[in-house]
């Protein structure tokens, strides 16, 4: 089974898990089974329509996954899954961007 690593920030909505080995067979399915798991990190990982949010980064082995297939990359058993959310913020101060 691959094994999906959950970011700092997401857990919270996994009680605390880093990593979780998953039985879907492509990342989507994947992250689809994470959501399903723990269903209050789903409005984190998906919109509305169901898309994986484009801020939701995926690793798959080192490797983005929008430069494979996207969701539908297939995974091995011994494949290495990360999730990166993109973060983004900061203030000015006196006219310094910190």
Known sequence: MATISIPTPFRPFTEGIS?????????????RELADQFPTLEQHLFSENGEIRSFVNLFLNGEDVRYLQGDETLLNPDDQLRIIPSIAGGCEVNNQLF
Do not use: S
Request: aromatic share 0%; no cysteine.
């Open 19 to 31: 990593k979780l080995e998953l039985k879907a067979n492509h990342v989507g399915g994947a992250v």
